[in-house]
């Protein structure tokens, strides 16, 4: 994993067509090499010019927006976390029909939302209530799940969320193929989800009830 500045745009782990016919080629080589590359690069130049940054992980670094001078917050909640959250995206998807969530999430998911379609629907909703740009995310929150959303490219990880699934609902993601149909965007984009993946996630977070909260941090105080 390449955590640490300098960043690189490492490959999807998957080829560009391999989400057809429910996300095209197209689509993710624009997203992936030109709008993640576009972060990345924004992300290593901030880097470079606060070298204070560059000792942190790309996940210290959004956990702790608010330990950070202030003049850097903005820029680092919008470059580090528009890095961020694409390779969440993007690792979050898989080919069409590989995997289902796994015996403890479905346990889960039917414990909050009551059944795993309801858990949909509630998805989706979020997505679709997401004004411009933004994402929707299922994360845990002290030990539970919850759908949530975030504007622009901020994350759950600065409201001490546990992160599972996130779904990219700026228009980069879905204009090509589906033109203003973020509705049917959303329904396709369900049919790639990469569930291993989510059920993986949903492992190494359940139990940590406090949250990221308790992941031990340095502290950046001596950087302002
Ligand atoms: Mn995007």
Redesign the pocket.
Known sequence: MNCFYPFINTPLPYSYDALMPFIDETTMHL?HDR??QTYIDNLNALIEANPCLAHYSLEELLRNLCGLPAALQLPVRNQAG?VY??RF?FDGMERPGQSSPDAELIKALNRQFHDFNTFQSLFKEAALSVFGSGYAWLVLERGRLRITVTPNQDTPLECCQYPLLNL?V?E??YYLKHYNLRAAYVDEWFCVVNWNMVSRRFQAGHGRRRGCCEVPFRGMGHMI
């Open positions: 997203h709008h993640l528009g959250n694409h995206f990219d700026w980069h993601a």
